[in-house]
């Protein structure tokens, strides 16, 4: 299993930014994925989920409105969209298989990328 | 669903049994799991589902408790166990950590 994330940087608040996922090593559709970022003081907050087929998609409080997750199957690549970039968004992000396809029972994360930094800031 | 680990961060030696307990706000049943990450790298799963040991994991490591208080124990502490744990809630999102523990050498 290899996960390699990309799109990170440094902008400026108010900003937007679109994070990859290149996904290999496993049938990529048959899991749901995760974003979770870690924060530069290294506390750990789950970003937002989608299940197999993206009907399920799940969103921290902090990002919902902000944030939007995606995934293309035929190219095994997650995505996130992030909007209205805070200063507080600043953090690693990462991300993560999920070993279930569905929301139902999600939250095992059994896989991590070596994530992708966000810094905003003026 | 609020979790919160206990020490924040310990010193031990090689060879100490080392114990970090995990308390959540409200009942989670077993839905809890564990995470050891080193420095510059991601966290790796250890521990699923309060007790179950993750594939590869050495049996040092073991986890235990349901409803509200877990723990995770090394048994017998090893060089390449110095890192940060963190436990995790998998019972309902949004999906929430507690806040680490950092265990260094004594």
């Known amino acids: 299993v290899q996960l390699v994330e990309s799109g990170g940087g440094l902008v400026q608040p108010g900003g937007s930014l679109r994070l990859s996922c290149a996904a290999s090593?496993?049938?990529?559709?048959?899991?749901?994925m995760h974003w979770v970022r870690q924060f530069p003081g290294k506390g750990l907050e789950w970003v937002s989920g989608?299940?197999?087929?993206?009907?399920?998609?799940d969103y921290a409080d902090s990002v919902r409105g902000r944030f939007t997750v995606s995934r293309d199957n035929a190219k095994s690549s997650l995505y996130l969209q992030m909007n209205n970039l805070r200063p507080e968004d600043t953090a690693l992000y990462f991300c993560?298989?999920?070993?279930?396809?569905?929301?139902?029972?999600?939250?095992?994360?059994?896989?991590w990328g070596q994530g992708t930094l966000v810094t905003v800031s003026s | 669903i609020q979790m919160t680990q206990s020490p924040s961060s310990l010193s031990a030696s090689v060879g100490d049994r080392v114990t970090i307990t995990c308390r959540a706000s409200?009942?989670?049943?077993?839905?809890l799991n564990w995470f050891q990450q080193k420095p510059g790298k991601a966290p790796k799963l250890l521990i699923n589902t309060s007790s179950s040991l993750q594939s590869g994991v050495p049996s040092r490591f073991s986890g235990s408790g349901s409803g509200t208080d877990f723990t995770l124990t090394i048994s017998s502490l090893h060089p390449e166990d110095f890192a940060t744990y963190y436990c995790?809630?998998?019972?309902?999102?949004?999906?929430?950590f507690g806040g680490g523990t950092k265990v260094e050498i004594k």
């Open positions: 409200q009942t989670i049943g077993n839905y």
């Open positions: 993560v298989k999920d070993p279930t396809p569905d929301s139902s029972a999600w939250g095992d994360f059994d896989y």
């Open positions: 090593g496993f049938t990529f559709y048959d899991y749901a």
């Open positions: 995790q809630q998998s019972y309902s999102s949004p999906l929430t």
């Open positions: 989608i299940n197999w087929n993206s009907v399920n998609i």
